[in-house]
């Protein structure tokens, strides 16, 4: 049976991986005779030669490289096991990977400003995408947390809603409808409609909830976008309101006045149902959950 320990697969790994024994020591913070000696006892241990010694050139023989993916598997497993029990004696520490729908951005940083004053030693990455790549996220487990608009089916989750999210009809503050007491959906269709691309969240509810045509061939693939084209005159639009409230309020855009807007949909904190979400994530999923 071959024996062999961790300090000795930490050594044989940092020289492997630095090329050397003298760099390995300083990382490993240990003695050059030190690192030495735990390979050397390695190499006894398995009863077969783990280097060839060119000069000052080392490299790993066939059963070193053999040893050498071990003691990569082994270290990560270890190191793993560190992150998640040093989590677990301070939850309030960790890193939290969070994938947002761009409509969702602004309200979710300040969120995550709020969460980050009750947690000052957390550390957090957030990307902010369109629902393809939230998709992507969800289905490969990429992130700890996604904040999304409806939840897909076809994957296993568990989400929870959190916050309405009403969509509404934008206009150019000169658009001749606002001067009208009532509007159709048929008013609409006489103008430029303007959406996002075809399997965004928000063109499948606006399809859904209207019927509505889309009758050109602008589809844009940012709601800041859409925004712009809408002040510039170029169409009507459809967002969240939550995307558009400063707008609103400085009268750069007005909103429409037509039923069965707005659709009242909600926003969904989710991750996938197989991912065992740290301390951190936890907490921050029910931070949002009571916050808003």
């Known amino acids: 049976m071959i ?17 050397g024994f003298t760099s390995a020591s300083k990382e490993l913070h240990i003695t050059q005779p030190a690192v030495y000696m735990q390979v050397q006892q390695l190499q006894k241990n398995i009863g077969a030669k783990l280097f060839n010694i060119n000069g000052k050139k ?9 040893i050498y993916e071990t ?16 989590q677990s004696l301070n939850p309030d ?25 009750e947690y000052p030693k957390m550390t957090f990455y957030i990307d902010v995408t369109n629902r393809h790549a ?8 990429n992130a700890d947390l996604v904040i999304m608009g409806e939840p897909p089916k076809n994957i296993p989750l568990i989400s929870s ?10 206009v150019h503050p000169d658009n001749e409808l606002l001067t009208k007491k009532k ?10 409609l303007l959406t996002r691309e075809i399997g965004s969240g928000t063109r499948i509810t606006v399809e859904r909830f209207t019927g509505l045509d889309f009758n050109s061939d602008i589809q844009i693939n940012s ?49 996938h149902a197989e991912a065992e979400l740290s301390p951190i994530a936890r907490r921050f999923k029910q931070f949002v959950i009571d916050n808003t």
């Open 3 to 19: 024996n062999y320990t961790l300090k000795q697969l930490y050594s044989f790994e940092a020289v492997v991986r630095l090329g």
């Open 58 to 66: 080392i490299t790993p023989t066939f059963i070193g490289n053999k």
């Open 71 to 86: 003691a990569v598997r082994a270290i990560n497993v270890v190191e793993n096991s560190k992150l998640e029990i040093d």
């Open 93 to 117: 520490s960790g890193h939290l990977q969070i994938a947002v729908a761009t409509t969702a951005n602004s309200f979710v940083s300040r969120l995550l400003s709020k969460f980050k004053k």
């Open 134 to 141: 939230l998709l992507d996220n969800l289905k490969n487990n």
């Open 161 to 170: 809603a959190f916050m309405k999210n009403p969509l509404i009809v934008i």
């Open 183 to 192: 509007i159709s959906i048929k008013d609409l269709n006489k103008e430029t």
């Open 223 to 271: 709601n800041e976008a859409i925004v712009e084209a809408v002040q510039a005159g170029l169409g009507i639009g459809f967002v969240s309101k939550h995307f558009v409230n400063l707008q609103l309020k400085n009268n750069i855009i007005k909103q429409l006045d037509v039923a069965p807007f707005p659709i009242i949909r909600q926003w969904h904190i989710v991750h």
